[in-house]
Nanobody
Framework: VQLQASGGGSVQAGGSLRLSCAAS??????MGWFRQAPGKDREFVAL????????LYADSVKGRFTVSGDNAKNTVSLEMNSLKPEDTAVYYC??????????????????WGQGTQVTVSS
């Protein structure tokens, strides 16, 4: 199984970036994004489930980030708007085969991408 993430980069506060991720090798129940800032734990950002296309977001990104995906292609994207300096982190795409309600826990995901840096300057 491989997850390949792309996008990211540096932007000023208030700007936008788009991340994309493609998975291959198996079928997943859903795909999502986590992020990890220096010295902090990896935290949940957003998830899209292929069962009905439902989405979930961390409170810190609601209204600013939008997750979308293509079930048939096993791809997921994260549109990030109104970026803030506190959004600075390495962003990871992840995929899971389970349906546990604990979607916010990294341990619930089976496969991970390599991570891509997002830097937001003030």
């Amino acid at each position: 199984v491989q997850l390949q993430a792309s996008g990211g980069g540096s932007v000023q506060a208030g700007g936008s970036l788009r991340l994309s991720c493609a998975a291959s090798g198996r079928t997943f129940y859903g795909m999502g994004w986590f992020r990890q800032a220096p010295g902090k734990d990896r935290e949940f950002v957003a998830l899209i489930s292929w069962n009905g296309g439902s989405t979930l977001y961390a409170d810190s990104v609601k209204g600013r980030f939008t997750v979308s995906g293509d079930n048939a292609k096993n791809t997921v994207s994260l549109e990030m708007n109104s970026l803030k300096p506190e959004d600075t982190a390495v962003y990871y795409c992840a995929a899971r085969t389970g349906v546990s309600g604990r979607y916010y826990m990294p341990s619930q995901y089976d496969s991970w991408g390599q991570g891509t840096q997002v830097t937001v300057s003030s």
